[in-house]
């Protein structure tokens, strides 16, 4: 086994854990788990990891979420990543590799996880779950959902919670007509109806300007609503004279 530390990376739901996992089966070594999502700073897991990086036995030791961690917790996995076991293999796994410290960057080699095609959904769904309507689920996921975890979302409501299911297909279809005739004056209604904003967002987001905006509102960790309203007011306001 390679132990040289690897940086897995990937949008939420693409498999990251699903592939640490079944790596760990596949080479059958020992996996521990430090979720760094829920200790930023280390402060519970210094010491663990301390243990588990001198470990004389093959080891695996998945940082979940390492690009959460602080830039004082960086500093203290770049030493630990320098003077670690030579039987023990880092796997810090992240969204965003790009918040990772140079340094810890260069000592680590980085496997990339794209989102699922719907290909990819199917074939897992097909191989997991027996009985499910996959059609159903096809129909209700758009593009940019696709990952595995709504889809096992999706499977477990379909065969545990029909009528819940049943709803949350219903929804969906208010929200998809609800779509082609957005107004800023309904979005009480919206917020009250539980409408997805993201959803309702991604429907406007071919007008330039809108974009733009939509691109500093995440940036800046805006909420969606207040941008959806923001964008609606700024259409119906805006003449075709004024847009050219």
Request: aromatic content about 10%; glycine content about 4%.
């Amino acid at each position: 086994m390679d132990t040289t530390p690897m940086i897995l990376t990937g949008p939420p739901g693409c498999g990251k854990s699903h592939w640490i996992q079944q790596y760990a089966d596949s080479v059958k070594k020992q996996l521990f788990v430090c979720p760094c999502r829920k200790d930023r700073t280390l402060r519970d897991g210094r010491q663990k990891l301390h243990v588990w990086a001198r470990r004389t036995e093959p080891a695996i030791l998945w940082l979940e979420g390492a690009d959460d961690l602080t830039p004082e917790a960086q500093a203290f996995l770049r030493r630990i990543l320098e003077t670690h076991a030579s039987d023990v293999l880092f796997i810090l796994e992240c969204r965003d590799a790009g918040r990772l410290q140079e340094p810890i960057r260069s000592r680590c080699v980085i496997k990339k996880i794209y989102q699922p095609s719907w290909y990819n959904l199917e074939e897992f769904l097909v191989k997991t779950y027996h009985g499910l309507c996959i059609i159903e689920i096809k129909n209700y996921l758009k593009k940019n959902e696709y990952s595995y975890r709504r889809a096992i979302q999706c499977a477990f409501l379909q065969l545990q919670y029909p009528d819940i299911w049943k709803q949350t297909i219903e929804h969906r279809s208010l929200e998809n007509i609800e779509i082609d005739t957005l107004s800023a004056n309904n979005l009480v209604n919206y917020i009250n109806t539980g409408f997805n904003p993201e959803t309702l967002t991604l429907s406007l987001l071919s007008n330039e300007s809108i974009l733009k905006d939509y691109g500093n509102c995440i940036e800046l960790s805006g909420s969606l609503w207040a941008f959806l309203g923001s964008a609606l007011y700024k259409l119906s306001s805006t003449t075709p004279n004024q847009e050219e």
